[in-house]
């Protein structure tokens, strides 16, 4: 079975700032791990993954996501924010052999301020 | 652009009512999810569907919960009796590879 931290339920940060949301997994069995975002009354929507090769994943937007094994931490970071980033991120992980369950964390609300 | 639709986007029903929630994966998706958000308890796989079949439902409170895909483009979640308890945003989720799931805009249940 997995299970994933957040350890950090508010991150409250003033714009431009960098920003670091930190994720640990426990897993027995290779993983698959995701960030998911939510904005206010939406669905989530996947930022980035990591499945495989660079343990250094990126998305569009501007953040980056590291996997660490020895660590089992795979933390979303962001160099400068912006108030469009306010919104609530997902740490995700899936077992590699048990198909498509997902298991998430209970989730960061990162706030960016003025 | 392909996404997951559901309806009713909200729901106010009364304690005891029976309550249906329905959802419209992506076209040539094979499995399906359902999820319930709460404040207290984050985000709760309730069951998942692949083929159609049922893989897991073990999140579901099975005396008033039943989850079924009449066909593979449409999923249904029902909740009778509804209880105050039962209050939440429900979120459905499609996919076609174990790498990404789609999620749709939610139904948020509200029981009085």
């Known amino acids: 079975a997995q299970s994933v931290t957040q350890l950090d339920s508010q991150v409250p940060v003033f714009e431009e700032a960098p920003v670091e949301l930190r994720c640990n997994y426990s897993?027995?069995?290779?993983?698959?791990l995701f960030w998911y975002v939510q904005y206010p009354n939406q669905g989530l929507q996947l930022l980035l993954k990591?499945?495989?090769?660079?343990?250094l994943v990126k998305s569009i937007n501007g953040f980056e996501a590291e996997f660490n094994k020895s660590q089992t931490s795979f933390h979303l970071r962001k160099p400068s924010v912006h108030i469009s980033d306010t919104a609530e991120y997902f740490c995700?992980?899936?077992?590699?052999?048990?198909?498509?369950?997902?298991?998430f964390g209970a989730g960061t609300r990162l706030f960016v301020k003025a | 652009d392909a996404r997951v639709t559901q309806t009713p986007r909200h729901k106010v029903t009364e304690m005891g009512q029976e309550v249906t929630m329905r959802c419209q994966p992506i076209l040539g998706h094979n499995t399906v999810f359902w999820y319930r958000q709460t404040m207290m308890q984050g985000l709760e796989l309730l069951a998942y569907f692949r083929n159609r079949a049922p893989l897991d439902d073990s999140g579901m409170p099975k005396d008033r919960f039943s989850a079924e895909m009449p066909d593979a483009t449409l999923a249904t979640l029902k909740i009778q009796p509804s209880e105050p308890r039962d209050s939440a945003v429900y979120f459905c989720?499609?996919?076609?590879?174990?790498?990404?799931?789609?999620f749709g805009p939610g139904t948020r249940l509200t029981v009085l």
């Open positions: 990591y499945l495989s090769g660079s343990t």
């Open positions: 989720a499609s996919g076609d590879r174990a790498d990404t799931q789609y």
């Open positions: 995700a992980v899936s077992d590699r052999t048990g198909g498509f369950k997902t298991i």
């Open positions: 897993s027995s069995v290779s993983v698959y």
